[in-house]
């Protein structure tokens, strides 16, 4: 079946340690998103890529690094310099932006311990 | 900037009551409108919106859109208690989905 895979669905990290987050789409989808949501709140754009080999920043990049080698894949690093790791992280992917709807997978949950 | 606002940010009611959550945005060259639901992991997606006055149904819910005052509304009726969760709206910038910040929505028994 096609859809987003992210994994883990949990993650623990000490402090001082980076950790990557993995994020996969087989729906053959060019544009893909990494969102952060902090309890009771709404989605942030932290990066996103409309084509492999190209990212920008959103909102809320600093602390994170992605990387878009393969169409299929979107690696979400979270790095020390994250000051407030702990949060839900969501990836996304689109076929492009018109008259489309972005799917999501299911998130990882971050702790910072 | 482009924008999305959701109004109100949480709402409680019991079984069976109606509710209306709003949505209003601000998007150069606008194109649509997403409303999606998420309980605990990934929201669902539950509507797209594009024209103005056009209603789309499925089930108890039910959204329409007005271009004309840069607003859309998600009627839910007889709501259940599975009907809690948050409600996302967002519509596509030219690069990036620029989502709401929801409402959450709690129905009681």
Redesign the interface.
Known sequence: DGGITQSPKYLFRKEGQNVTLSCEQNLNHDAMYWYRQDPGQGLRLIYYSQIVNDFQKGDIAEGYSVSREKKESFPLTVTSAQKNPTAFYLCASSPGLVNTEAFFGQGTRLTVV | EDKVV?SPLSLVVHEGDTVTLNCSYEVTNF??L?WYKQEK?????LF?L?SSGIEKKSGRLSSILDKKELFSILNITATQTGDSAVY?C?S??????I????T?LKVLA
């Open positions: 959701q194109r649509s997403l992991k990934a929201p669902t997606f797209m594009t996302l967002a596509p910038g030219t690069y990036k989905y989502f709401g910040t929801g959450r």
